[in-house]
């Protein structure tokens, strides 16, 4: 599985993220409500923003995010830890620009990623940080299946709680959709 496709919707598109990408991912980060929720709430500012746009960069995982109509990067998503044996993969280190809230393009972005997945896996996995409603509300809106809590130490050292959700490819023959 590559973990760095090229995935085209209809309003998005995600694509390899790269070191060039570096100012407009910023710029699509820079705003404090987009962390306010999340385990890393100061993620706006240059300094740990650099922090998280190199681990994603060595991840080898990572995928911008535009938007279609204007080429405006809007955000970015990541496979990780696939498990080939496992037949997994989590989807993850997600964010999108406030613009893009509250309509459907998580939705959008979560079927891209899960419809390519799905040639390679039987489960996608998603961790979310406890704390983080909008999202844990998301993964709901689009059939997430919450199965387990951890803890997990993170960036300074600090110790997080999360949640993990599931979403398994579905069978053949079945008008299921998530």
């Known amino acids: ?81 696939y498990l080939e044996h496992e037949k997994s993969v989590i989807i993850g280190y997600t964010f999108l620009t406030r613009k893009y809230w509250g309509g459907s393009f998580n939705h959008e972005l979560k ?8 040639h390679f896996v039987e489960t996608c996995l998603f961790h979310v940080g406890a704390d983080n409603i909008r999202s844990r509300k998301a993964m709901l809106k689009i059939g997430g299946v919450l199965f387990d809590e951890f803890e997990k130490i993170g960036f300074r050292g600090k110790l997080y709680k999360n949640v993990a959700y599931k979403i398994e490819k579905p069978k053949k023959n079945t008008t299921e959709q998530y």
């Open 1 to 81: 599985m590559n973990l760095q496709p090229t995935l085209i919707g209809k309003r998005i598109s995600l694509r390899p993220l790269q070191q060039e990408d570096f100012d407009n991912l910023f710029l699509a980060a820079s705003d404090p409500k987009i962390w306010e929720a999340h385990p890393i709430p100061d993620r706006y500012l240059p300094e740990t923003f650099k922090t998280y746009f190199e681990k994603l960069l060595d991840s080898k995982g990572a995928l911008v995010i535009t938007d279609n109509q204007n080429s405006e990067v809007i955000g970015t998503s990541s496979f990780y830890d």
């Open 111 to 118: 079927k891209l990623m899960m419809d390519y997945a799905f």
